[in-house]
C-alpha cells in the first residue's frame, strides 16, 4: 500500500511542475483558461458552442474524452481552433497533455482557453491542469443532490452553471435544496441558470467569462 501511495503521490507532483509552467506562461501572456469539469452528457459542448457564437470572445478548446473526436468537430465547424486529447480510458486530462496539446493553439490570439475535461464529477476536480479556475456543470435530470454528493467539485469551483433548465417542469428537481447545498459549500461561486438550446442564461455566463479574460489581460505581468 505504502509503494502505491508514494507512486501516485509522485505522478502528482511531477505533474504539477507541468501545470505551474502553464500557469506562468498564461499569466505572462494575459491568457485565462478554465477547466470545464461535469457528468457525460450535461451540455458542456452545447454550453461551449454557444459560448463561441458570441461575439468578442476570443476562445480555443482543448477537448477530452476516453475516445472519439466527435465533440471536437462539433466545435470546429464553428471555426473555433480545438485540439482533442482521447485518454484511451483515462478518466481525466492531467497538466502534461494539456501543455503539450497548447502547442498547436494560437494562443496569443485567444481571450480564453477552455478545457472540456473528461465527463466525470470526480477524477478530474483532483488535478490541477495550470487553469485560472474550474467550473462545475450539472445539468437539471441529473437531480438536486449532486453537489453535496460531490462535495470536492461544487467546492473547488470558481463558478457553478445548472444546465437544461428547459426541462425544470418535467423534473422533480429541488431547486431549493440545490440553491442551499450550493450556498453552503460555496458562496463566492455565482451560479448560472442556463438553457443551452433557446439560449437562455448564456448572455449572463459570457458576461462573467468576459470579465475574467479582461481582469487576466489587466495583470500582464
Not at 12 to 22: L, Y
Not at 131 to 158: C, H, I, Q, R, W
Not at 207 to 213: E, R
Request: proline share 5%; glycine share 6%.
Amino acid at each position: 500500500m505504502n509503494k502505491i501511495v508514494t507512486l501516485q503521490q509522485s505522478v502528482m507532483a511531477e505533474d504539477e511542475k507541468f501545470a505551474a509552467a502553464i500557469k506562468d506562461r498564461n499569466a505572462r501572456m494575459g491568457l485565462l483558461m478554465v477547466n470545464i469539469i461535469g457528468s457525460p452528457g450535461c451540455g458542456k459542448t452545447t454550453l461551449l458552442e454557444k459560448t463561441a457564437l458570441h461575439a468578442g470572445l476570443s476562445m480555443a478548446v482543448i477537448e477530452g474524452d476516453l475516445a472519439t473526436d466527435r465533440d471536437a468537430e462539433r466545435l470546429a465547424r464553428l471555426g473555433v481552433p480545438v485540439v482533442q486529447i482521447n485518454t484511451k480510458g483515462g478518466c481525466h486530462l492531467e497538466a502534461n497533455v494539456v501543455e503539450k496539446a497548447m502547442e498547436s493553439l494560437p494562443l496569443d490570439t485567444l481571450d480564453v482557453l477552455f478545457i472540456e475535461n473528461v465527463g466525470n464529477l470526480v477524477c478530474p476536480a483532483e488535478f490541477d491542469l495550470g487553469e485560472d479556475f474550474k467550473v462545475a456543470v450539472l445539468s437539471a435530470p441529473e437531480g438536486a443532490d449532486k453537489p453535496l454528493k460531490y462535495p470536492y467539485l461544487f467546492t473547488s469551483a470558481k463558478a457553478v452553471l445548472l444546465t437544461k433548465t428547459d426541462l425544470l417542469p418535467h423534473l422533480s428537481f429541488d431547486m431549493e435544496m440545490f440553491a442551499e447545498d450550493t450556498r453552503k459549500l460555496n458562496p463566492a461561486a455565482p451560479v448560472f441558470h442556463v438553457d443551452s438550446l433557446s439560449g437562455a442564461g448564456i448572455d449572463q455566463w459570457v458576461g462573467f467569462i468576459k470579465l475574467k479574460a479582461k481582469e487576466k489581460k489587466a495583470n500582464v505581468r
